[in-house]
């Protein structure tokens, strides 16, 4: 079996390297080129041709432009690489009969209402970045191809930047600190992420009628505010020295950003949890385990 990864050194693509070696030979690529293939994906006729060159059974997209306040502005950019790149990867995995996993975002949703937001729900991004993944997402389905689609909300890794290390930070060197009360989600780890990933490839390799869109999150539910005094408590608890006495929750209108947010980011994650036999654990397991590492406790 033969795995082609894109985007390796993302926060999920890095998680994906472990999760995916034991299914098959894998092929681990970013956007640079490597013996002659080419992961970038605002090259079209060179994904299109290490596709064809490498011939996978089985293709794992977990890169994106995934800046999003940016991509208000690179909006063609945004649009090359998360819709374009989508339908070539759908084109070539339809031709080889392969298939292709991708990931796409709560932000394809308005964010209005306060219900976890299942797969029928109808989709209406606010803002461009979640209009080039829904783009993605229609090429991968019109396509034919066979395909999981995963969308996920509020990834965190225990490599690079995350919104726990940012607070961390913040409240060593600040005595306040105003965090967002009225945007709520659920925390996801790249782990988890690329954990149930292999798990339902292995699932739907003998059951391909579970193709297919799903909502993957952690379970429960927060918000940033609430998030936030949950890791700096615990840095507390853990004996951490923080400069930060107060930590106020304000609105997402006090904090204008040049693309706007939803507010309800909630995902219902039951069709991925009983067509794959699943449990997803509450968000406070795998942040408890990142801050740990973090922290080195
Ligand atoms: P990251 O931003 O951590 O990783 C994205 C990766 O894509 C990076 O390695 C980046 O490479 C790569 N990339 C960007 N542009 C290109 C390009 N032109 N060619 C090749 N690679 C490129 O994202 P996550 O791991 O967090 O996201 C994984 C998936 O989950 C994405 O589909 C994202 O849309 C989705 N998602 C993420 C959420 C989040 O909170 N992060 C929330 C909901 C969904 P480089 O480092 O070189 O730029």
Redesign the pocket.
Known sequence: MKILL?????????ELQRSLASLGDLIA????VVDGLC?????PDALRATIRRVKPDIIV???????VDKAESETE?AD???SL?SQVLAEEAAVLDAWLI??????VFNGQGSLPWQESDSVAPVNR?GAS?LS?EQAITASGCKHLI????????SR?NNFAKTMLRLAKDRDTLSVISDQVGAP?G?DL?ADVTALAIRQVLKSPELAGVYHLAAGGEVSWYDYARHVIEFAQANGEQLAVNVINPIETTAYPTPARRPLNSRLNTQKLRNNFSLHLPDWRSGVTRMLREVLNK
């Open positions: 894109l985007g390796k050194n993302g926060q999920v693509g890095w690529l970013d956007r640079h992961g970038d994906l605002s090259d997209n977990a890169a994106a432009y995934t800046a950019l090359r690489v998360n790149a991708h990931y796409s975002t709560d932000y970045y993944k993605g995963f969308r996920t909300s509020w990834v965190y890794g690079g996801t790249a992420i």
